[in-house]
């Protein structure tokens, strides 16, 4: 009887230290850049970019594990009172037309691809991931003193975007230029 409370008490240790070896300790380290101008049609722009540094640290070895990076922009425009935050797309233009405003942005895609492996047969998914241009359109349907309805963005086609650029008055974003589109 003794024998197995020994050997179960050895188990747990060792569990215990294993755990305890390769643990980590997660630090989240979060920042804040602001950038306003006034666009050259009169029109106030505020761009604000969270960074956010992920990092685990083992708690025994000290080991650095892996340190993440991610960012979220969020573009504010002042009268017309418009706000564009798209997760981790990152601004490039603003396209003001005399009905709309337009954005083009940049983001990196994931697509799904299906691999058969030819021994097992068997069938795995993989990600790929694309930087791509993106546009979209500002569509405002509140009422009342901006207090009901809703504002929202639409996604558009290229072919739109670049059809009516030449009527329109278009300006750059400010942006760290994170995401670069490569040429195929």
């Known amino acids: ?46 761009v604000v970019k969270t960074n956010k540094y992920r990092t685990s640290v083992g708690i025994l070895t000290n080991t650095n594990y892996g340190t993440t990076h991610s960012y979220k922009y969020n573009v504010l425009l002042n009268e017309p009172n418009i706000n564009w935050s798209y997760g981790s797309g990152e601004p490039k233009n603003l396209l003001f037309c005399k009905d709309t405003t337009y954005i083009h ?6 697509y799904p691809i299906k691999v058969t492996d030819s021994i097992t047969n068997t069938i795995t998914t993989k990600y790929t991931h694309k930087v791509e241009n993106m546009y979209q359109k500002y569509i405002d349907k509140r009422y ?3 207090l009901f309805g809703d504002d929202f963005w639409l996604d558009i086609t290229p072919e739109r975007y670049n059809k ?18 490569s040429q195929e």
Request: charged share 20%; aromatic share 10%.
């Open 1 to 46: 009887m003794i024998y197995k409370i020994d050997k179960v008490y050895r188990h747990n240790y060792i569990l215990v230290l294993c755990l305890l070896a390769f643990s980590c300790n997660n630090s989240v380290k979060e920042t804040t850049s602001e950038k306003s101008v006034v666009l050259p049609n009169g029109i106030h722009l505020t």
């Open 164 to 181: 009516i650029k030449n009527l329109c008055s278009e300006y750059v974003i400010p942006n760290d230029n994170e995401l670069t589109l």
């Open 144 to 146: 009342f003193f901006n």
């Open 105 to 110: 942005y940049v983001n990196k895609n994931s």
